[in-house]
């Protein structure tokens, strides 16, 4: 059995080879917080030993984001800082790889006035645009991992001793992103194949429309022609591949953007904005949100639906089994990197490029003339269960089992 | 006694009301490593308790920057990130102040190829050129202060027991700043008077050149028409006074450019780039270094010199007295802003604008016109001790001390 250090270095391994699959010569951007530096210095020495020509760490910290938020004045929320946006067009352009190391606190921003939040979230959407179509493109590798913070691991393990919930939190990203296993490179390879699997089928099947069916739900998603599951490892612009999100138990695709019809409620709470949304219940006609209830975080949510036109709308469709690895483990991580891959969900927002045939170089009107949505936001949030049946309905207007009782029907 | 806690909290008050002397409406920038993140901290909220309307922390990390000079291949120290310029540019221009909490280990870059760090040192001079400007013409506010980490820490107090080292450092600074005190902003208020006394001699005075004699040195320098001695607080374009540095106590202005002629030999270590430099002699004809001799970090200085023309000439004169508080405390701090503020030093590079009546609204051009160096470095070392005497030339040819033994002759 490993140690805590040996796994610590082979998640930063995991993280640079399998997540952005680092390139010789290849520059990678860190986003992070200064409680992980530890973990953070494993990366940058693991990208330097593949190559990378520079690794550049942009630093945060919760403490300092939250007198921001408690102490800044009103109109301090209307501007990101645009050398910051500047700076990951440019390291985009130069086909820089970059890492996100999601570890804040769930109530971050707990108390804040969702106003500030929502201003800030829509200056950040905005000046960001450009980069995201990169990411959303993939034209450039990104992944998505985790480390835990003590605001973070108190949420998910609060009856554990203090001193315990840390190491409680790591174990579980641990076993999660299959850094556990005796060979973790080789045990991603086999993951990627299994979930290709499910793709291939879904793709060959072409569905014209799901229809969803669970307490609180019952909703019908058309999909768009040319629609395209993917799941798992990703190909950027240069054919490297890389994993957007690890971990990922997630096969998904982008909806017709007026094609949404009816109710969802969902079924794990969403961590956003430094806040938590739950018990909402969303009802959409002809694809765009009307009506919006939620007994916790109500206004955030209004503030989320309400950043831009698209965000009215959704923009992904993921399936995930209710028996997979991250759902057995019975914990709740008040983390959408975990908690989405525990439960099918879907997200309000922006719709991938790469789920469309062609998508990848078609420009932001030809994805809205193909009924993809765009938006300068992208939020998922949980609604499956095991007490979740699907459809398919084909383009005969046949219907068949796509999932039962939250697990695959085929 | 004010305990550890007490004093933090007065020290980043000070830093930020007598360093920069925040302004309602106004952004901080804070260069800062993660390793000070709990003094930091109290700084942002110091800020904002005075009216900041946003404090953007930059945040290095020594060991990441460390592991990019060993690691990244030698290609990369050719560039400067330009949005960081660019950021330190356009908060300038927005009239944001700017702190920076120096750290770093002296021996940080100890063993590293000196084209490394010499040809990133240029890509920076370069790359934040325009910034410099801001900061070298006092037309925004910005000030330098310093916490300890480990590794300085224990060049400074390499016999005591490790676990102290810090805490020692941190009395040292406290000291050094006055932060000791009962009322830390009124004893700044005084000292700032006491050096302005000196200022208006000197400036009454009106030298047409200072000649330094000394063990290893003999050195004439001539001061060019219109120049000005300055000390302590400074006044940034719209009128806040500031404090560039604390600790400061050195009164300084700027030498004619091609008016030096003879030898300097340095008397305490110069930490530059990460790496010290001592045991050095230079040698000036009418204003250039002719000739650089040392016994440690020859390579260094030489890189430094080389930086490019204006690195070859002087760009400031400074007096301290040898009884200063900061040289009777006996530490050797390795860092310049304590080791300058103990000793009479003088700076490669450029010249401050604000030294010379009209200074602050002339161009590069203009500046070099009236013979202010320019250069895109800007490095002090000291070259005072108790056996220096420094005599003032007036116009007339008559001289008179200026220095004896080290201390004031007035």
Redesign the interface.
């Known amino acids: 059995m490993a140690d805590f250090q040996e796994k610590l270095e082979r998640y930063a391994e995991l993280a640079v080879k399998v997540g952005v699959n680092i390139q010789s010569?290849q520059t990678l951007a860190i986003n992070a917080t200064?409680d992980n530096?530890e973990f953070?210095?494993l990366i940058?020495?693991k990208a330097?030993?593949a190559g990378?020509?520079?690794?550049?760490?942009n630093?945060?910290?919760d403490?300092?984001t939250r007198?921001?938020y408690d102490?800044?004045?009103d109109?301090?929320f209307n501007d990101y800082?645009h050398?910051?946006a500047?700076?990951m067009e440019?390291l985009a352009e130069s086909g820089a790889a970059f890492m996100s190391v999601v570890s804040s606190g769930p109530d971050l921003l707990k108390g804040v006035d969702p106003n500030r939040i929502g201003n800030f979230q829509k200056a950040a959407g905005k000046a960001l645009n450009k980069y995201r179509q990169y990411i959303q493109s993939d034209k450039v590798s990104w992944t998505v991992i985790a480390a835990p913070s003590e605001d973070w691991a108190k949420k998910v393990f609060p009856d554990a001793p203090s001193e315990k919930r840390v190491a409680m939190l790591w174990d579980a990203i641990f076993k999660a992103t299959r850094t556990d296993l005796a060979d973790p490179i080789q045990a991603w390879k086999k993951h990627d194949q299994n979930l290709h699997e499910k793709v291939d089928y879904l793709n060959e099947r072409r569905y014209k429309k799901l229809h969803y069916k669970a307490p609180g739900t019952d909703l019908t998603i058309e999909l768009p022609k040319g629609h395209l599951w993917v799941g798992a490892g990703s190909i950027n612009e240069q054919g490297d591949e890389f994993m957007a999100n690890m971990p990922t138990e997630e096969v998904f695709t982008v909806p017709y953007k007026y094609g949404v019809d009816g109710t969802v409620t969902n079924t794990k709470p969403l961590s956003y904005g430094g806040n938590i949304i739950d018990g909402f219940t969303l009802t959409f006609e002809k694809g765009k949100i009307v009506n919006v209830k939620a007994e916790e975080g109500e206004e955030i949510l209004k503030g989320l639906v309400d950043t831009d036109e698209g965000s009215h709308y959704l923009g992904e469709i993921a399936l995930v089994p209710f028996n997979s690895p991250i759902s057995q483990s019975n914990i709740l991580f008040y983390n959408t990197l975990f908690d989405e891959n525990a439960s099918n969900h879907i997200a309000i927002g922006s719709a991938y490029a790469f789920c469309l045939e062609g998508g990848k170089n078609m420009s932001q009107d030809e994805l809205e003339k193909n009924g993809l949505n765009t938006s300068i936001t992208h939020v998922d949030f949980m609604i499956g269960s095991d007490k979740m049946d699907i459809d398919g309905i084909l383009e005969s207007g046949e219907s068949e089992p796509v999932f039962r009782n939250g697990d695959w029907a085929f």
Do not use: C, H, S
């Open positions: 010569g200064i530096a953070i210095r940058v020495k330097y030993e990378a020509k520079n690794v550049v760490v630093w945060n910290d403490i300092v007198l921001k102490m800044a004045p109109e301090t800082p050398w910051r500047k700076e440019e």
